[in-house]
């Protein structure tokens, strides 16, 4: 242990530890925008300069460590003036476009300028400009709005084991850009948006398409279904003041229906229906000695990122569309026949945590109703935003009930908004296919939580199955390779994009990090817990589905409407 003096205040903190950290471990608070827990330090934005007795010059807190008999100044006029020079210096070569900004009032920028008290720029002179890129229907790029803080270039590289982003040039001309400075769509980008959640600016941002929606609902010929992920349930009070975790699906039904949405559809329901049909894919391919493992396939960015570095392992994937993509083409034959709704005049809206998503939407496979399973895509935060320019006080309403009969959902379906929640749901049910029992102890907890790899084994009737389970896509190629190289054999693995898996997607509000990710996931597994139903294939409706509509599971009809195919992309892009 090192001893330290901190403003008078004596700290005591592992060897290892830095000012930071002994800072917060006193209480003190120390400005920073480059830092966050999550991401290795890079000490680059210099905000959280301290005095260090004996130094010649002002140390950056988030990277210089802590030592024994250190003395630490944080709060002097000096230090006071060195950060307000900085940040102003910052702020000179910034757009002041704040209040029509998207992240106006959830900025870290504008927090730290108000903090600080900047009332003045006393700097002025050139600043610079760079085209904006908005190539991908997922994510715009702004890098006039960019600090070059490299948040983004660090949980690119870091985390999600792409970096596609990274410093060019130097001095005034930095910028952070992909290579030879191309746009989004030309990288092998999963489109995941984590670059999004991390940014401190509005220098990356999702694709706005809060008008489209907005449009679609204004026209009278128009049927506007919309339909509701998961973890959205689970993230959506934190963007009006409720704590992380909070729950509320029943105020969101009624604030989309308050908004004017003809139904409201739970794609959860469809989650219950992805099981049924994977679960069966698990099964022949065990009974008949199919390729293995088998891959889950619900996640847009994992598929995207599979397609570009793993081509030779798209035929493990489950040939599975994602609940969204299911729920689209559902809604556009079973439903619209049901119904007499002619589907062209049915505009599908996804209400998703990811901004991969979006991406996935507009996919050209995506079209096995006739016409484009989901129209559009936006969201938690794009859905926030139109519940407060609709003027809907969502605190204040009576919780209400999705629609029938798409809005009937079990316990299995609500905790694929976690990582590990596709595994356990898929293992319920697969267990009674083969032994035609139900597993006793549903709850699977060697898969739940934030550990980047995890593996289970499970005996069921014959077979002894392996499975395991990635988050972040970092973890993900760890897993691949391992699996390309024979290190290990499973039978079924489940990948997540992002960290945490839904509840933790680029759609998600902001701010998102580990501790957030672990409130929301508690309340997924409350949501499961509290239901009756716990299993995909008990779900009534889904039952009746099959009587109805689609057969039996893996059935001809499944195939045209449920599942999809894959494309190798390329792993590496090179100038126009």
């Known amino acids: 242990m090192l001893n330290l003096t901190i403003d008078n205040i004596n700290v005591q903190v592992e060897e290892g530890a830095t000012i930071l950290d002994a800072a917060k471990k006193a209480g003190i608070y120390i400005p920073t925008l ?72 959830n900025c870290e920028l504008q927090e730290m300028a108000y903090r600080l008290n900047i009332t003045d720029i006393k700097y002025s002179g050139e600043k610079s400009i760079f085209n904006k890129d908005e190539t991908t229907p997922a994510i715009v790029r702004d890098p006039n709005k960019c600090i070059l803080c490299r948040r983004c270039v660090n949980v690119c590289g870091e985390i999600q084991g792409i970096g596609i982003i990274e410093p060019h040039h130097r001095g005034f001309n930095t910028s952070i850009d992909p290579p030879f400075n191309q746009g989004l769509s030309k990288m092998p980008c999963a489109q995941c948006g984590q670059c999004v959640l991390v940014c401190p600016t509005g220098a990356l941002t999702e694709r706005d398409d809060t008008d489209k929606v907005f449009d679609a ?270 290190e290990v054999q499973y039978h079924f693995v489940e990948v997540m994009a992002c960290p945490g898996g839904c509840l933790g997607g680029g759609g998600q509000v902001i701010p998102t990090n580990d501790s957030i990710r672990l409130k929301r996931m508690k309340a997924i597994y409350d949501i499961d817990e509290g239901k009756n139903i716990r299993r995909s294939h008990e779900n009534p409706a889904v039952l009746e589905l099959y009587r109805e509509y689609l057969g039996r599971p893996l059935s001809e009809r499944c195939y045209q409407l449920l599942h999809t195919d894959y494309m190798q992309r390329p792993k590496i892009l090179t100038r126009d």
């Open 217 to 486: 609902l204004s026209d009278p010929q128009k049927f506007v279904i919309a339909q509701t992920a998961p973890a959205v349930r689970v993230a959506l009070g934190e963007a009006f003041g409720m704590e992380p975790g909070s729950i509320v699906t029943g105020q969101m039904v009624a604030a989309l229906r308050k908004m004017g949405f003809y139904k409201i559809f739970d794609t959860n329901f469809t989650a219950d229906l992805t099981i049924v049909e994977e679960a069966s894919e698990l099964v022949e391919r065990l009974e008949q000695g199919g390729k293995m493992p088998l891959i889950t396939s619900c996640s847009p960015g994992w598929i995207k990122f599979c397609e570009h570095f793993y081509p030779e392992l798209l035929d493990n994937l489950s040939t599975c569309k994602s609940p969204q993509q299911m729920m689209g083409a559902l809604i556009k034959t079973y439903y619209a026949a049901k119904n007499r709704i002619p589907p062209q005049k049915i505009v599908v809206v996804s209400i998703m945590p990811c901004t991969a998503k979006k991406f996935e939407a507009q996919r050209g496979e995506m079209v096995s109703s006739g016409y484009q399973d989901v129209d559009i895509v936006i969201t938690t935060r794009e859905l926030a935003r139109m519940i407060r320019e609709m003027n809907i006080d969502i605190l204040k309403l009576k919780p209400e009930d999705y629609d029938f009969p798409l809005g009937i959902s079990t316990g299995a379906g609500a905790i694929f908004g976690a990582t590990g929640g596709v595994m356990e749901a898929a293992l319920r049910t697969a267990y009674y296919f083969l032994t035609g029992e139900e597993l006793k102890h549903i709850e699977i907890h060697p898969v739940r939580g934030m550990e980047g790899i995890k593996e289970v084994e499970l005996e069921i009737k014959n077979f002894k199955i392996k499975a395991a389970v990635a988050h972040g896509l970092k973890n993900a190629k760890e897993l691949m390779e391992r699996i390309k190289k024979t």
């Open 34 to 105: 480059c830092y966050r827990e999550d991401l290795k330090p890079m000490g680059v934005c210099r905000l959280c300069v301290v005095e260090v007795k004996g130094a010649k010059n002002l140390q950056a807190a988030c990277v210089t460590p802590a030592s024994e008999g250190m003395i630490v100044k944080t709060n002097s006029p000096f230090i006071r003036k060195a950060r307000k020079t900085i940040l102003e210096l910052i702020l000179s070569n910034h757009p002041m476009e704040c209040p029509a900004c998207i992240r106006n009032g």
